[in-house]
């Protein structure tokens, strides 16, 4: 499978816990970005990489998130210490840094569930 | 700061029928718009890309139209079929080609046999 991978795709968690979640770009992309999804709305941007330099972080990411993406490749989101509305879907996506007609990719979600 | 919107929130309509979803923008400096389906508990798949210098692109049974001036944008889904039904999301990467994107709240489509 060549597209846009994330792991896991579900998780639930107690509040208080750190979670990390993973996410596989397609391999040629030097853009990638993490967006949450709430039950009935569309997505909302987190943070965005090009190549392993975080450019962009939106108001949403607070304190307790974190985003790395280490060597280009893959990316990890953390959430410390959760609370229940983190409770979301939060999707990756990545793209080419290539102009006007460059679209994004996203994978299948992570499913965060916090009890 | 701009705002996407799409309407209606949910539609249903017999098998066969054509249909338009809406999408509105409140800011015309827009680098493109793209349109996406998602399933229930599923990630997002592309349908179309337009470029901000472009009127339409077109795909099988699908055809965007982007109106830049108005903040505007039309999905038309020629001879809708059951497997049609899903979310339709628009989403319009802003004018600094940071690829990041803005979505609307998304149009739930059911198309009844």
């Known amino acids: 499978d060549t597209g846009v991978s994330q792991n896991p795709r579900h998780k639930i968690t107690k509040r208080g816990q750190n979670v990390t979640f993973r996410c596989d770009p397609i391999s040629e992309h030097n853009r990638l970005y993490w967006y949450r999804q709430t039950l009935g709305q569309g997505p909302e941007f987190l943070t965005y990489f090009q190549n392993e330099a975080q450019l962009e972080k939106s108001r949403l990411l607070s304190d307790r998130f974190s985003a790395e993406r280490p060597k280009g490749s893959f990316s990890t989101l953390e959430i410390q210490r959760t609370e229940q509305g983190d409770s979301a879907m939060y999707l990756c996506?990545?793209?080419?840094?290539?102009?006007?007609?460059?679209?994004?990719?996203f994978g299948q979600g992570t499913r965060l569930t916090v009890v | 700061k701009q705002e996407v919107t799409q309407i209606p929130a949910a539609l249903s309509v017999p098998e066969g029928e054509n249909l338009v979803l809406n999408c509105s923008f409140t800011d015309s400096a827009i680098y493109n718009l793209q349109w996406f389906r998602q399933d229930p508990g599923k990630g997002l798949t592309s349908l179309l890309l337009i470029q901000s210098s472009q009127r339409e692109q077109t795909s099988g049974r699908l055809n965007a139209s982007l109106d830049k001036s108005s903040g505007r944008s039309t999905l038309y889904i020629a001879a809708s079929q059951p497997g049609d039904s899903a979310t339709y999301l628009c989403a319009v990467e802003t004018s600094s080609n940071t690829g990041k994107l803005i979505f609307g709240q998304g149009t739930t489509l059911q198309v009844k046999p």
């Open positions: 996506a990545s793209s080419l840094d290539g102009g006007r007609d460059t679209e994004a990719f």
